[in-house]
């Protein structure tokens, strides 16, 4: 693993973005950067990012970047793809789609899998906040079982949320992983096998919200090992055929240590708090996470 003074010393977010303090989001996107370097292209479909960025004229990013419509991140990322290509410059540059879970599993799913099944040349990253932050925190295909959000009944979301990773896997597309923005070396070094790869490569970033997730903002980086150590997250990657656990994942489906009690992570949060008075229900919050462990060691064949 690389260590913290072998990361490149070059940034391309600056200080004075416009995100809350704590946000995992622009973690992830300073060390994906700092792998990918400067002769990328970002696209960034409507979301918290839209906004990190800061107000025109002004701008937190150092790269050139197409704002484009909600739903349009695979199409717009597509777009930019084919255009280098004509001009024969799609192999000295990155094209990146970042896009909330709003964008990805919910109004952006359509473009994003047609791009994926046309084996389109580009990384789409899916920053995972578990909810609509940019609007007000509204639930989302990846809001958890039980969580609360302004569009869910008081005792929080009824379904389970939808294995956008393992969905995009199963596309036969060449690299998909799924990290947390809570590890930044490990954001730095799945970023820098992804640039080398061609074709649709999907990543997904868990990424701490503390304004969503109702916890204190110097806490952010907690919660998101949290829900790595308790196997809320499950981190891993699938290179070509061969499906891996990541980290310290890969340590809990080994055996090597066991999954923290998941009321660590639930009880601290305000967007579980009508949830853990129910035992009932947050049996079925664990039931949902074990299903997702089963059918990943059966993929990764442990
Ligand atoms: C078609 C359409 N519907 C609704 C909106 C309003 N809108 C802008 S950003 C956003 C939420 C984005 O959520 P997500 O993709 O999860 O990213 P986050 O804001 O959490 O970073 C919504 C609903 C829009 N821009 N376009
Ligand atoms: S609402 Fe959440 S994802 Fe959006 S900027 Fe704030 S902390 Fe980041």
């Known amino acids: 693993m690389v260590t913290i003074k072998e990361l490149p010393r070059d940034e391309y977010i600056e200080l004075g973005h416009a995100a809350c303090a704590g946000c995992g989001a622009t973690i992830a996107i300073r ?58 410059k799609d192999k000295d540059i990155n094209v990146m789609a970042w896009a909330g879970d709003g964008g990805t599993y919910d109004i952006g799913i359509q473009a994003l899998s047609g791009a994926a099944e046309r084996q389109t040349n580009f990384i789409y990253t899916c920053y995972n906040n578990e909810s609509y932050g940019n609007t007000g ?45 809570a590890y930044p070396r490990l954001v730095f070094e799945t970023y820098s096998k992804a640039k080398d790869v061609v074709g649709t490569r999907f990543i997904e970033v868990h990424a701490m919200c503390p304004t969503g ?28 055929d061969e499906w891996r656990f990541l980290g310290l994942s890969k340590r809990i489906a080994e055996g090597k240590i066991k999954r923290k009690p998941l009321m660590d992570y639930l009880k601290p949060q305000g967007r579980f708090r009508t949830l853990i008075k129910d035992p009932e229900r947050v049996k079925e919050f664990e039931r949902g996470i074990n299903r997702e462990w089963e059918i990943l060691k059966k993929r990764v064949g442990c």
């Open 31 to 88: 060390h994906a950067l700092k792998a990918l370097g400067g002769n990328t292209i970002l696209t960034v479909p409507a979301c918290c990012m839209s906004v990190i960025q800061g107000l025109f004229p002004k701008n937190a990013l150092h790269l050139p970047v197409l704002n484009t419509a909600f739903e349009t991140a695979g199409a717009a990322a597509s777009g930019i793809a084919a255009g280098l290509k004509f001009m024969g």
């Open 213 to 240: 997730w109702r916890c204190a903002t110097w806490d952010s980086v907690k919660f998101g090992k949290l829900a790595v150590e308790t196997g809320v997250w499950i981190m891993w990657e699938k290179e070509g």
């Open 137 to 181: 925190q509204q639930r989302s295909g990846a809001t958890p079982y039980g969580a609360f959000s302004t569009t869910t009944p008081i005792i929080g979301k009824q379904e389970h949320r939808k294995p956008m990773a393992r969905i995009m896997a199963e596309h036969g597309i060449p690299y998909t992983a799924s990290i947390s923005a």
